[in-house]
C-alpha cells in the first residue's frame, strides 16, 4: 500500500509542477526542508511516511521543472514572430506524409533573422512540399516565417508539439538539402 502512496504523491507533484508553475527555488527548499525532516524525525515511525510522502511530491514537481527548455538567446523559440527566418540544421524525426505537405521535425543548429547570423539549439516543425523527398539525418536549410505554434479551439497543439519538445512552427517553409548527414546511425539504419 505505501507503494500506491508514493505512486499518488508523486503523480500529484507532476500536476502540480505542470500547472501551479512552483518556483525551482522553493521547490529545492521544499525539497531539503522534507528531507531534513524526514532525517531528523525518522526515528518515529508516524511521521516516516508523510515526510516520505512529501519527497516524492517535490521530486514530480521537480521533475516537471527540470523537464521545461530553457528559452533565452540561445533558443530558437526565442526568435518566434520574427519574421522571415533561415534555419540550417538535420531532419531530427522520420518525415510525416500529410495529405498536400510533409511535415519535418528539424533539429536546429544556425538561424539567420535580417541578416544575422547566431548559433541555435531547439526543435521546428516545418511543413514542406512532398517533393524531394526527405529522409531522418538529411542536412537541410529552410526558409519561411518562424512562429509559436497557435493555441486552437479545443486543442492546445502548442502543448501537444512541447510533449515532443518542438517549440517553433514553419508553416511554409522553403527547404534546401544540404551535402552530408548526422543525427544517429543506428536510426538512419
Known amino acids: 500500500m505505501t507503494l500506491v502512496y508514493f505512486t499518488i504523491a508523486w503523480i500529484s507533484g507532476i500536476i502540480a509542477g505542470r500547472y501551479l508553475h512552483t518556483m525551482p527555488v522553493r521547490l529545492a527548499v521544499l525539497i531539503a526542508l522534507a528531507a531534513s525532516a524526514a532525517v531528523i524525525l525518522w526515528r518515529r ?5 508523510p515526510f516520505a510522502l512529501a519527497i516524492a511530491l517535490a521530486l514530480g514537481a521537480g521533475r ?3 523537464s521545461q527548455p530553457r528559452i533565452d538567446a540561445g533558443h530558437l523559440a526565442h526568435y518566434n514572430d520574427g519574421g ?3 534555419v540550417r540544421g538535420y531532419v531530427a524525426a522520420e ?11 528539424i533539429s536546429a543548429s544556425e ?5 544575422i547570423s547566431r548559433p541555435v539549439s531547439g526543435k521546428l516543425l516545418a511543413r514542406v512540399g512532398h517533393y524531394p523527398r526527405h529522409e531522418y539525418g538529411d542536412r537541410v536549410v529552410v526558409s519561411g516565417p518562424l512562429e509559436t505554434p497557435p493555441v486552437l479551439d479545443g486543442f492546445d497543439y502548442r502543448a501537444y508539439l512541447a510533449i515532443h519538445d518542438i517549440h517553433s512552427l514553419m508553416p511554409r517553409a522553403q527547404v534546401r538539402r544540404l551535402p552530408g548527414r548526422e543525427g544517429s546511425y543506428l536510426l538512419r539504419w
Open 45 to 49: 515511525r508516524r511521521t516516516r511516511l
Open 95 to 105: 518525415p510525416t506524409l500529410r495529405d498536400t505537405y510533409t511535415e519535418l521535425g
Open 84 to 86: 522571415w527566418s533561415t
Open 64 to 66: 516537471v521543472l527540470a
Open 111 to 115: 538561424l539567420v533573422q535580417s541578416d
